[in-house]
C-alpha cells in the first residue's frame, strides 16, 4: 500500500521549495517597484499554507519511500507546482483563464517553452523571471533539484530519482543519489553562470542575459520578448545561445566526466553523442543549403539561421531567431524531424531521445542480419556493453505509446476545431517539450487562439511527455494499486 504520509510530508517540504522561489520573483519585482510584487506575495502565502498542511498531516509517516511511493511523489509534485505556480498568473491578471495560468507554467517546468502571452514585453519583471525560474528548476528536474539541496530522502531518493530521470540509461556519477544530484547541478549552474555572463557581454541587459542562460541551459525556450532572440538582432547572440542551447542537449553524466574528471577520450566515444552531434550536424547543412539556394540569404546568414534553428529544435528548447514559416516547406519538413529526435538522455532536452534512436538502428541492423544468418545471437551492444532483452522490449513499447498519444492528440485536437497541420504540430511540440509548432501557432503567434479543452490537452501531454510516459500512465494501470 501507498505510505500516504510520506506522500504528503515530501510534497509538504516540496511546497516549502516552490514558495521559496516565488517569494524569489516577489524580490525581483521589489527590485523594479512593479505592482507584481503583491501577486507574488499572496502566491508564496497560499503555497506556504498548504506545504504546512502537507507536513502536518504527514507526521510519523512510519516506513521510508518505497517505488510505489516514488512515482505518484514524482507525478504529483509536477501537478502540484503547476497549480500552485499559476497563481502569480490569476492573482495579478495576467493570464485570463485557469487554463491559461495552468498551460504557462506546466509548460515552463516541463521546459516546453509554448506561451499564452501575445505581448511579453508589456509584462512586468518578476513575472518574466518567474517564467524563467520555472524553467531553470524544471530543467534537470523538480525532485532531482530537491535531492541537491535538501537530504531529507535518504535511500528513497533512488526510487524518485528513477521516477523523474530521462532515457534508457539512469547513471549515476556517484553511489549515492544525493552526492549526484550535486555534481550534475553544479555542472548546470556553472553553465547557466557562464550562458549569462557572455550574454550580457554581447549586449545583453543582465536582467535579459539572466534570464536567457536559464532557458538556454534548461533547454527551456521562454524569452523575455514577444519575437523571442529575432528581437535582439545579433549574431554573436544566436551563435552564444546556440552552443549552450547544444551543449544542454548533451548527457549530463557525460559533462560530469569531461569537465570535472577530464575524461575527453569517454566523452567522445560516447554513441549516443556521436548521433546527436551528428544529425544536429546533417540537419543543420541540409537547411542552410536549402535556405542559401531558395532565399536571399548569404551562406553565413543561411548557416547561421540554420544552426540556430535546428539546435532549438533539436534540443527541444524553442527559441526562435527568425520565423521560419516564411522559409521553402522543405526546411520546415528537417525541423520537424529534428523535433521528434530530441537531444540525449540525462540531458535537459525532451522528444524521444538520440540513445532510443541508435537501440532502433542497431536492432533494425540485426533484424536484417538475422534473416541471412537465422542461427546467430546477435546482442545489441551501446558503448561496449549488451543490452538485456527487457531494454529492447521497452523502447518498443515506449515508440508505440507515444505514437499512439500523437495518434489520439492530433484527433482530439482536430475534433475541436483546430486545423489539422496545426493539431499535429502542437500535440508533437507538447508531448516533446519543444515549444514550436506550424502555422497559427509558429513563431510568430502565441498559442493562446487554441480551444481550453485543447489547452489542458496539450498540458497533460507536457507533463507525460517530460515524465517519459510510463511514470504517469503507470498510476492508471490496476496492477499499480495492487496490494503486494
Known amino acids: 500500500m501507498l505510505n500516504v504520509k510520506v506522500i504528503l510530508k515530501v510534497l509538504g517540504i516540496l511546497l516549502f521549495i516552490e514558495a521559496f522561489m516565488l517569494l524569489c520573483c516577489a524580490g525581483v519585482s521589489l527590485f523594479y517597484g512593479e505592482e507584481d ?10 503555497t506556504l499554507a498548504a506545504g504546512v498542511l502537507g507536513v502536518v498531516l504527514g507526521r510519523k509517516p512510519g516506513r ?40 504557462e507554467t506546466m509548460s515552463g517546468f516541463t521546459t516546453t517553452g509554448a506561451t499564452m502571452f501575445n505581448d511579453l514585453d508589456a509584462m512586468p519583471h518578476g513575472i518574466l523571471f518567474w517564467r524563467a525560474f520555472t524553467h531553470w528548476v524544471g530543467g534537470l528536474g523538480i525532485v532531482f533539484f530537491t535531492i541537491a539541496v535538501l537530504p531529507i530522502f535518504g535511500k528513497g531518493g533512488i526510487f524518485l530519482f528513477g521516477a523523474e530521470s530521462t532515457g534508457v540509461r539512469q547513471e549515476k556519477v556517484h553511489p549515492r543519489i544525493g552526492v549526484t544530484a550535486k555534481w550534475i547541478w553544479s555542472i548546470y549552474l556553472g553553465l547557466n553562470v557562464s550562458a549569462a555572463v557572455l550574454l550580457w557581454a554581447g549586449g545583453m541587459s543582465v536582467f535579459d542575459a539572466v534570464c536567457h542562460a536559464m532557458a538556454a ?41 569531461l569537465f570535472l574528471r577530464g575524461r575527453v577520450k569517454a566523452f567522445f566515444k560516447d554513441i549516443e553523442l556521436r548521433w546527436y552531434l551528428g544529425s544536429v550536424l546533417v540537419i543543420t547543412v541540409l537547411v542552410a543549403g536549402c535556405l542559401w539556394w531558395q532565399t536571399p540569404m548569404d551562406a553565413e546568414e543561411a548557416f547561421r539561421r540554420s544552426l540556430f534553428q535546428v539546435v532549438s529544435v533539436h534540443t527541444t528548447t524553442g527559441f526562435s531567431s527568425a520565423d521560419y514559416m516564411t522559409w521553402p516547406p ?38 536484417f542480419r538475422q534473416r541471412s544468418h537465422p542461427n546467430a545471437v546477435l546482442p545489441v551492444r551501446v558503448n561496449g556493453q549488451v543490452l538485456p532483452p527487457q531494454a529492447r522490449s521497452s523502447l518498443l513499447g515506449f515508440l508505440a505509446l507515444y505514437v499512439a498519444l500523437v495518434a489520439a492528440g492530433w484527433l482530439l485536437l482536430s475534433a475541436m476545431g483546430v486545423g489539422s497541420m496545426e493539431s499535429f504540430s502542437v500535440v508533437v511540440s507538447a508531448l516533446g517539450n519543444g515549444g514550436l509548432g506550424l502555422g497559427l501557432y509558429g513563431p510568430a503567434y502565441s498559442w493562446a487562439s487554441l480551444p481550453e479543452a485543447g489547452k489542458w490537452l496539450l498540458s497533460f ?24
Not at 37 to 46: D, I, K, R, Y
Not at 218 to 245: C, D, K, N, P, R
Not at 461 to 484: D, I, N, Q, Y
Open 330 to 367: 522543405f526546411a520546415w519538413m528537417l525541423l520537424g524531424l529534428a523535433m521528434f529526435l530530441g537531444g540525449c538522455a540525462g540531458s535537459t532536452s525532451g522528444a524521444i531521445k538520440s540513445i532510443r534512436m541508435v537501440i532502433l538502428a542497431k536492432v533494425l541492423r540485426n533484424e
Open 37 to 46: 510584487l503583491w501577486a507574488f506575495l499572496w502566491s508564496a502565502g497560499v
Open 217 to 257: 541551459t534548461a533547454t527551456g525556450g521562454f524569452s523575455t520578448h514577444q519575437a523571442s532572440v529575432a528581437w535582439f538582432g545579433s549574431a554573436y547572440i544566436e551563435y552564444v545561445l546556440a552552443f549552450f542551447m547544444f551543449i544542454s542537449g548533451v548527457n549530463f553524466t557525460l559533462l560530469y566526466l
Open 64 to 103: 521510508g519511500l518505497g517505488r510505489r511511493d516514488g512515482y505518484v511523489i514524482v507525478s504529483l509534485t509536477w501537478v502540484l507546482f503547476s497549480l500552485f505556480g499559476m497563481l502569480p498568473f490569476l492573482i495579478g491578471g495576467y493570464l485570463p483563464s485557469a487554463a491559461d495560468a495552468f498551460f
Open 461 to 484: 501531454l507536457m507533463l507525460v511527455g517530460r515524465l517519459e510516459l510510463f511514470t504517469v500512465f503507470l498510476l492508471f494501470t490496476p496492477e499499480f494499486w495492487k496490494e503486494r
